[in-house]
């Protein structure tokens, strides 16, 4: 099973600051990783595929990095709705599909 | 537009077995997978297994083989997760996702609301 671990596991921000998501993949998952975001009471939402494309009406702010097994989810400038819970999952290990705990994103 | 909905809280006691539906619209419902995640309070998300809405076709995650289900009804567009033999570990949150592209997909593009499962004596 491919271990993924996101940290931090909470990080502060301040509104209109960056905020920088790591994930770590336990072997090479090649750029198949994507990120969700999870707002209390609400559905994920996909945020980013392929390592780097953004899903259908993600805005621009949201970008994602990486290869291999280094992952990155960049948000340029905290609006107050994206405080919220973030995952990775990597589809690269057909059939077990791993997720991240999650880093919850809070306002400093 | 695309929309997703499952059935709603469920409690069972050990043993017994929990069926949930999740039932799409705004698309052709045979073009695209569904797959279901299941999230434990304060625990990570954890991939169960995928369904075909196109022939039916499935894939389980090998630690739900034996005892996880997955089916689908055309006339409805709704898909099914059955867990058998439930314990007090399958106490979660279960949703069903549809795959962001047609064919083959991993990708989990449209999330049901979720559904509380409870197992509990």
């Known amino acids: 099973e491919i271990v993924m671990t996101q940290s931090p596991v909470t990080l502060s921000v301040s509104l209109g600051e960056r905020a920088t998501l790591s994930c770590r993949a336990s072997?090479?998952?090649?750029?198949?990783l994507a990120w969700y975001q999870h707002r209390p009471g609400q559905t994920p939402r996909l945020l980013i595929y392929?390592?780097?494309t953004r899903a259908t009406g993600i805005p621009a702010r949201f970008s994602g990095s990486g290869s291999g097994t280094e992952f990155t989810l960049t948000i340029s400038s905290l609006q107050s709705e994206d405080f919220a819970v973030y995952y990775c999952q990597q589809y690269n290990d057909w059939p077990l599909y791993t997720f991240g705990q999650g880093t919850k994103l809070e306002i400093k | 537009q695309v929309q997703v909905v499952q059935s709603g809280a469920e409690v069972k006691k050990p043993g017994a077995s929990v069926k949930v539906s999740c039932t799409a619209s705004g698309y052709t419902f045979t073009n695209y997978y569904f797959h279901w995640v299941r999230q434990a309070h304060g625990q990570k998300p954890e991939w169960m297994g995928f369904?075909?809405?196109?022939?039916?076709?499935?894939g389980y995650s090998e630690k739900f083989q034996g005892r996880l289900t997955m089916t689908r009804d055309t006339s409805t567009s709704t898909v099914y997760m059955e867990l058998n033999y439930l314990r007090s570990g399958d106490t979660a949150t279960y949703y069903c996702?549809?795959?962001?592209?047609?064919?083959?997909?991993?990708?989990?593009?449209?999330w049901g609301q979720g559904t509380l499962v409870t197992v509990s004596s």
């Open positions: 996702a549809r795959s962001q592209s047609s064919g083959w997909d991993s990708i989990l593009a449209y």
């Open positions: 392929g390592a780097s």
């Open positions: 072997q090479s998952i090649s750029r198949n």
């Open positions: 369904i075909n809405p196109n022939g039916g076709s499935t």
